[in-house]
């Protein structure tokens, strides 16, 4: 019995073209692609947990914290840049359209 080959079915040839409206991340070891949301241009990028271990963010979707490790999404509207990224849920990116306009804080939710 030999031992099994995990070669993707595709070969060399395919993995080159990168195929697909997404483009691969090699930072954040997620991909990138483009969505429109409120009239604008968003650049949203999806980050494995692996790749955010050690930091944590604030999801302005639900404001609660991203625990470190876990991953979700960045994403910022492409006329700014990234200085302008924020760093979704999963969730809360993909509910982005059925939630209201103002986040209700409770009266000791930190402020950051």
Same mark, same amino acid.
């Given at each position: ?8 079915? $595709?070969?060399?040839? =395919?993995?080159?073209?990168?195929? *697909?409206? /997404?483009?691969? @991340?090699? !930072? +954040? ?9 409120? $009239?604008?241009?968003? =650049?949203?990028?999806?980050?494995? *947990?692996? /790749?955010?271990? @050690?930091? !944590? +963010? ?20 492409e006329? /700014?840049?990234?200085?302008?990224r ?27």
């Open positions: 019995m030999s031992p099994r080959r995990n070669r993707p079915k $595709g070969g060399a040839e =395919s993995r080159q073209s990168g195929g *697909g409206g /997404s483009e691969q @991340g090699g !930072r +954040y070891g997620g991909f990138q692609s483009a969505e429109s949301w409120q $009239g604008e241009q968003w =650049s949203v990028r999806h980050v494995a *947990g692996a /790749s955010a271990a @050690g930091k !944590r +963010y604030r999801c302005p979707g639900c404001d609660q914290e991203i625990p470190s490790g876990l991953a979700h999404v960045v994403a910022w509207p006329h /700014s840049g990234v200085d302008e924020r760093h979704w849920h999963k969730a809360c990116w993909n509910a982005k359209d059925r939630r209201t306009t103002k986040v209700q804080r409770s009266r000791n939710a930190p402020r950051y």
